[in-house]
């Protein structure tokens, strides 16, 4: 099995900034994409940035410039760093990862870490 665990969410003021790490854990193989997703409440789940395994990044375009994301292939570890953070970016943060587990090497599967909640707020 694989477990994806979250860190680093919390509260900050407007303005501030915040680094969340999500690390992987399990019978890997290999992983691929990695990337953070976000959900406020009453809203629908929404990309925050991606990044494959060679370090090309994608960005949702509202958190360019903001946001970066970045990965230790070595601990199997995604993170996200945070900066000028607004009240509009309070929500569940997720991340997620392409796996491919020695179990059945070759298939790959998309696992979901437990969320860390940010809030934004003074």
């Known amino acids: 099995q694989v477990q994806l665990v979250e860190s680093g969410g919390g509260l900050v003021q407007p303005g501030g900034s915040l680094r969340l790490s999500c690390a992987a854990s399990?019978?890997?193989?290999?992983?691929?994409?990695m990337g953070w997703y976000r959900q406020a409440p009453g809203k629908q789940r929404e990309l925050v940035a991606t990044?494959?395994?060679?370090?090309?990044?994608n960005y949702a375009i509202s958190m360019e410039g903001r946001f970066t994301i970045s990965r230790d292939n070595a601990k199997n570890t995604v993170y996200l760093q945070m900066n000028s953070l607004k009240p509009e970016d309070t929500a569940v943060y997720y991340c997620?990862?392409?796996?491919?587990?020695?179990?059945?090497?070759?298939?790959?599967?998309?696992?979901w870490g437990q969320g860390t909640q940010v809030t934004v707020s003074s």
């Open positions: 399990g019978s890997i193989f290999s992983i691929s994409d």
């Open positions: 997620n990862a392409y796996v491919s587990r020695y179990s059945d090497y070759g298939r790959w599967y998309t696992y």
């Open positions: 990044i494959t395994s060679g370090g090309s990044t």
